[in-house]
C-alpha cells in the first residue's frame, strides 16, 4: 500500500503530463473520491474516464488500499478482486478470490473456498511442472510412463493438461512436481 492519491495528483497544476493529468476526475473535487457517501458519484465519473485501465493498473500494482480507483473501490477486497478482472489479470470464469490464510496468515489467490495456502496444503505451482513435463515429451518420453514413474494417477496427468472448463489447474502436490522435475530430460542427440 503506498497511500498515493492519484486524484490530488490530478489536482495538482504542476501535473499536467501523463496519464494522471488526463483523468476524468481533475475537473471534480479529489475529496469525492475519499468520502464513503460520495463513493457512487467518483465511481460513475471513474467509469467514464478515458485512462482507468492504467489508473486501475497502478492502483492493483501497488496493492492500494484507500479510495475509489478505476471506479473500484480500494478498501473493500472484493472490489478489489472485480478491479483485477475488469484489468484481465484474473480469470471472471473462474471466480478467483483474495484470502488470507488460515495456517500462516499469508494472503492467496485461490478459486472459491479455500482456507488455506497452496503452499500450507502442500502444493507448489504446476507450470513449471507441466514446462517439464513437455521437455520430457519433446525427448520421446510419454506422459503414461511419466506418471507410472512417479506414481501419479493417468487421469491426474490427464488433468494436469485439460483441466476443468477451460481452466488448467494452478497447483499440484509438491510430492509429485518434486518427483517429476527430478527426471532429467535427455540431451538431445544430433542427427
Ligand atoms: S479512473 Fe477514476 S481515479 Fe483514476 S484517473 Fe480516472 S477518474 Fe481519476
Ligand atoms: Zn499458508
Redesign the pocket.
Known sequence: MTGFNVNKVAFDSEVTAGWQGRGACRQHDPDMWFAPALAPDAKRICQGCPVWRLCGAEADDADERIGIRAGFDMSRRAERTRLRIALGRVSPKAEYLEFT??????V?ITRRGYR??????GLVDAGPVRDHILALNAADIPRTQIAAQVGMSKHSMWHLFTGKKGELPLHVSKEIADRICAIPVPARVAS
Open positions: 490464510c488460515g495456517d500462516c496468515g499469508g492467496f488455506i495456502c497452496p503452499t500450507c496444503r
